[in-house]
Protein backbone atom coordinates (compact mmCIF):
# COMPACT_ATOMS: atom_id res chain seq x y z
CA UNK A 1 0.00 0.00 0.00
CA UNK A 2 0.96 3.46 -0.08
CA UNK A 3 0.80 6.44 2.85
CA UNK A 4 -0.32 9.29 1.41
CA UNK A 5 -0.09 12.94 3.18
CA UNK A 6 -1.46 16.28 1.92
CA UNK A 7 -1.21 19.89 3.54
CA UNK A 8 -3.15 21.76 4.24
CA UNK A 9 -5.56 19.44 5.51
CA UNK A 10 -8.29 22.85 5.23
CA UNK A 11 -8.20 25.94 4.33
CA UNK A 12 -10.24 29.32 3.95
CA UNK A 13 -9.64 31.22 1.27
CA UNK A 14 -10.76 34.47 -0.12
CA UNK A 15 -11.63 35.27 -3.76
CA UNK A 16 -9.26 36.14 -6.16
CA UNK A 17 -6.97 34.22 -4.54
CA UNK A 18 -4.77 31.35 -4.60
CA UNK A 19 -3.97 28.04 -2.82
CA UNK A 20 -1.44 25.21 -3.62
CA UNK A 21 -2.00 21.93 -2.23
CA UNK A 22 0.75 19.15 -1.54
CA UNK A 23 0.64 15.81 -1.72
CA UNK A 24 3.69 13.49 -0.61
CA UNK A 25 3.78 9.44 -0.79
CA UNK A 26 5.61 7.33 1.30
CA UNK A 27 7.19 5.38 -1.46
CA UNK A 28 7.51 6.44 -5.55
CA UNK A 29 4.85 5.33 -7.72
CA UNK A 30 4.14 4.63 -10.80
CA UNK A 31 1.06 7.59 -11.59
CA UNK A 32 -0.31 10.41 -9.44
CA UNK A 33 -3.91 12.07 -9.65
CA UNK A 34 -6.10 14.73 -8.34
CA UNK A 35 -9.98 14.56 -7.72
CA UNK A 36 -12.35 16.89 -6.20
CA UNK A 37 -15.44 15.70 -4.41
CA UNK A 38 -18.23 18.13 -3.79
CA UNK A 39 -20.56 17.64 -0.92
CA UNK A 40 -22.52 14.63 -1.14
CA UNK A 41 -20.95 13.97 -4.43
CA UNK A 42 -18.63 10.71 -5.94
CA UNK A 43 -15.17 12.00 -7.21
CA UNK A 44 -14.64 14.00 -10.58
CA UNK A 45 -11.26 13.93 -11.72
CA UNK A 46 -9.34 16.57 -12.70
CA UNK A 47 -6.13 15.39 -13.65
CA UNK A 48 -3.15 13.02 -14.15
CA UNK A 49 0.01 14.25 -12.68
CA UNK A 50 3.21 13.10 -14.85
CA UNK A 51 6.09 12.87 -13.66
CA UNK A 52 8.16 15.46 -15.70
CA UNK A 53 6.11 16.47 -18.33
CA UNK A 54 2.95 18.14 -18.17
CA UNK A 55 -0.49 17.08 -16.76
CA UNK A 56 -3.16 15.50 -18.39
CA UNK A 57 -6.52 17.63 -17.67
CA UNK A 58 -10.04 16.37 -17.78
CA UNK A 59 -12.76 17.81 -19.86
CA UNK A 60 -14.04 20.91 -18.33
CA UNK A 61 -10.61 21.60 -15.93
CA UNK A 62 -7.87 23.20 -17.86
CA UNK A 63 -3.79 24.13 -16.51
CA UNK A 64 -4.44 28.06 -15.85
CA UNK A 65 -6.96 27.31 -13.37
CA UNK A 66 -5.43 24.12 -12.15
CA UNK A 67 -1.73 24.37 -12.63
CA UNK A 68 -0.14 20.97 -11.30
CA UNK A 69 3.33 19.87 -11.04
CA UNK A 70 5.29 16.54 -10.36
CA UNK A 71 9.20 17.39 -10.08
CA UNK A 72 9.35 13.64 -8.54
CA UNK A 73 7.67 10.02 -7.88
CA UNK A 74 6.55 10.76 -4.66
CA UNK A 75 5.34 14.46 -4.56
CA UNK A 76 2.71 16.70 -6.24
CA UNK A 77 1.47 19.78 -6.28
CA UNK A 78 -2.09 21.32 -7.39
CA UNK A 79 -2.70 25.40 -7.51
CA UNK A 80 -6.30 26.15 -7.21
CA UNK A 81 -6.09 29.58 -8.83
CA UNK A 82 -7.98 32.84 -8.50
CA UNK A 83 -10.17 30.73 -6.68
CA UNK A 84 -14.15 31.79 -6.63
CA UNK A 85 -16.47 30.16 -4.07
CA UNK A 86 -17.88 27.32 -6.96
CA UNK A 87 -13.83 26.15 -5.98
CA UNK A 88 -14.77 25.13 -2.22
CA UNK A 89 -14.90 21.21 -2.21
CA UNK A 90 -12.57 18.55 -1.15
CA UNK A 91 -9.50 17.93 -3.13
CA UNK A 92 -8.20 14.78 -3.02
CA UNK A 93 -4.68 13.64 -4.13
CA UNK A 94 -4.18 9.54 -4.75
CA UNK A 95 -1.43 7.33 -5.90
CA UNK A 96 -1.35 4.36 -7.83
CA UNK A 97 0.84 1.55 -6.99
CA UNK A 98 2.94 -0.78 -9.35
CA UNK A 99 0.06 -3.07 -8.33
CA UNK A 100 -2.64 -1.47 -9.79
CA UNK A 101 -4.67 -0.25 -7.05
CA UNK A 102 -5.37 3.18 -6.09
CA UNK A 103 -5.09 4.94 -2.58
CA UNK A 104 -6.14 8.42 -1.25
CA UNK A 105 -4.69 11.25 0.53
CA UNK A 106 -7.06 12.55 3.49
CA UNK A 107 -7.98 15.77 1.47
CA UNK A 108 -7.95 18.85 1.99
CA UNK A 109 -11.08 21.26 2.68
CA UNK A 110 -11.36 24.15 0.76
CA UNK A 111 -13.91 27.03 1.24
CA UNK A 112 -14.02 29.91 -0.67
CA UNK A 113 -15.62 33.37 0.85
CA UNK B 1 -23.70 6.99 -20.71
CA UNK B 2 -22.18 6.74 -17.51
CA UNK B 3 -19.34 4.13 -17.03
CA UNK B 4 -20.04 3.12 -13.44
CA UNK B 5 -23.42 3.20 -12.30
CA UNK B 6 -24.83 2.35 -8.56
CA UNK B 7 -27.70 2.16 -6.47
CA UNK B 8 -27.38 5.61 -4.24
CA UNK B 9 -29.54 4.23 -1.42
CA UNK B 10 -29.89 5.00 1.44
CA UNK B 11 -29.20 0.83 1.82
CA UNK B 12 -30.65 -0.08 5.51
CA UNK B 13 -30.09 -3.42 6.94
CA UNK B 14 -29.76 -4.44 10.82
CA UNK B 15 -26.43 -5.47 12.88
CA UNK B 16 -25.71 -9.11 11.94
CA UNK B 17 -27.58 -9.04 8.65
CA UNK B 18 -25.71 -9.50 5.19
CA UNK B 19 -25.05 -5.93 3.37
CA UNK B 20 -25.31 -6.45 -0.48
CA UNK B 21 -24.02 -3.78 -2.32
CA UNK B 22 -24.14 -3.64 -6.34
CA UNK B 23 -22.65 -2.02 -9.35
CA UNK B 24 -22.95 -2.28 -13.06
CA UNK B 25 -20.39 -1.03 -15.70
CA UNK B 26 -20.83 -0.42 -19.34
CA UNK B 27 -17.54 -1.27 -20.91
CA UNK B 28 -16.41 -4.85 -21.63
CA UNK B 29 -13.20 -3.95 -22.22
CA UNK B 30 -13.15 -3.22 -18.32
CA UNK B 31 -10.39 -5.30 -16.64
CA UNK B 32 -10.14 -4.48 -13.02
CA UNK B 33 -12.37 -3.47 -10.00
CA UNK B 34 -12.27 -1.94 -6.77
CA UNK B 35 -14.71 -1.39 -3.75
CA UNK B 36 -13.62 1.66 -1.33
CA UNK B 37 -15.54 2.80 1.86
CA UNK B 38 -15.89 6.27 2.68
CA UNK B 39 -17.07 7.75 5.93
CA UNK B 40 -18.21 10.96 6.37
CA UNK B 41 -15.76 13.74 6.19
CA UNK B 42 -13.11 11.01 5.15
CA UNK B 43 -11.67 10.20 2.22
CA UNK B 44 -11.97 6.76 0.40
CA UNK B 45 -10.62 3.66 1.73
CA UNK B 46 -9.83 0.30 -0.79
CA UNK B 47 -11.55 -2.45 0.66
CA UNK B 48 -11.13 -4.76 -1.96
CA UNK B 49 -10.19 -5.26 -5.90
CA UNK B 50 -11.13 -8.33 -7.86
CA UNK B 51 -9.61 -9.16 -11.33
CA UNK B 52 -11.07 -12.66 -12.46
CA UNK B 53 -15.36 -14.08 -12.39
CA UNK B 54 -15.72 -14.96 -9.36
CA UNK B 55 -15.80 -14.47 -5.40
CA UNK B 56 -12.70 -13.26 -3.30
CA UNK B 57 -13.00 -13.07 0.48
CA UNK B 58 -11.47 -11.18 2.71
CA UNK B 59 -12.84 -11.52 6.56
CA UNK B 60 -16.13 -10.49 6.45
CA UNK B 61 -15.97 -8.73 2.71
CA UNK B 62 -16.75 -11.27 -0.45
CA UNK B 63 -16.18 -9.64 -3.75
CA UNK B 64 -18.25 -11.16 -6.87
CA UNK B 65 -17.64 -10.26 -10.46
CA UNK B 66 -19.30 -11.75 -13.63
CA UNK B 67 -18.03 -10.12 -16.60
CA UNK B 68 -20.74 -11.49 -18.91
CA UNK B 69 -23.43 -9.51 -16.89
CA UNK B 70 -21.26 -6.56 -16.54
CA UNK B 71 -21.28 -6.45 -12.61
CA UNK B 72 -19.90 -6.70 -9.32
CA UNK B 73 -21.09 -6.66 -6.36
CA UNK B 74 -19.63 -6.11 -2.38
CA UNK B 75 -21.02 -8.85 0.29
CA UNK B 76 -20.73 -7.65 4.15
CA UNK B 77 -21.39 -10.39 6.22
CA UNK B 78 -22.33 -10.05 10.07
CA UNK B 79 -23.32 -6.27 9.53
CA UNK B 80 -21.60 -3.48 12.21
CA UNK B 81 -22.92 -0.11 12.73
CA UNK B 82 -19.07 0.80 11.92
CA UNK B 83 -19.68 -0.57 8.33
CA UNK B 84 -22.27 2.56 8.15
CA UNK B 85 -20.21 4.91 5.35
CA UNK B 86 -20.69 5.10 1.43
CA UNK B 87 -19.25 2.71 -0.94
CA UNK B 88 -17.71 3.24 -4.09
CA UNK B 89 -17.46 1.46 -7.03
CA UNK B 90 -14.13 1.97 -9.44
CA UNK B 91 -13.41 -0.22 -12.93
CA UNK B 92 -10.90 0.51 -14.82
CA UNK B 93 -10.14 -0.20 -18.66
CA UNK B 94 -7.04 -1.15 -20.33
CA UNK B 95 -5.70 2.43 -19.75
CA UNK B 96 -5.22 4.07 -16.39
CA UNK B 97 -8.13 6.09 -15.57
CA UNK B 98 -10.62 4.78 -12.88
CA UNK B 99 -14.10 5.13 -13.19
CA UNK B 100 -15.99 5.98 -10.07
CA UNK B 101 -19.59 5.43 -9.41
CA UNK B 102 -21.93 7.41 -7.61
CA UNK B 103 -21.36 5.38 -4.23
CA UNK B 104 -24.40 3.52 -2.63
CA UNK B 105 -24.59 5.12 1.40
CA UNK B 106 -25.23 1.95 3.62
CA UNK B 107 -26.49 2.41 7.34
CA UNK B 108 -26.44 -0.45 9.83
CA UNK B 109 -29.04 -0.30 12.57
CA UNK B 110 -27.94 -1.33 15.90
Same mark, same amino acid.
Given at each position: SAVISQKPSRDICQRGTSLTIQCQVDSQVTMMFWYRQQP?? +??TLIATANQGSEATYESGFVIDKFPISRPNLTFSTLTVS?? +?PEDSSIYLCSARTSKETQ???PGTRLLVL | QKEVEQNSGPLSVPEGAIASLNC? #? !?D?? !?QSFFWYRQYSGK !???LIMFIYSNGDKEDGRFTAQLNKASQYVSLLIRDSQPS? !??? #???AVTLSGNQFYFGTGTSLTVIP
Open positions: GQ +SLNM +SYFG | T #Y !SRG !S !SPED !SAT #YLC
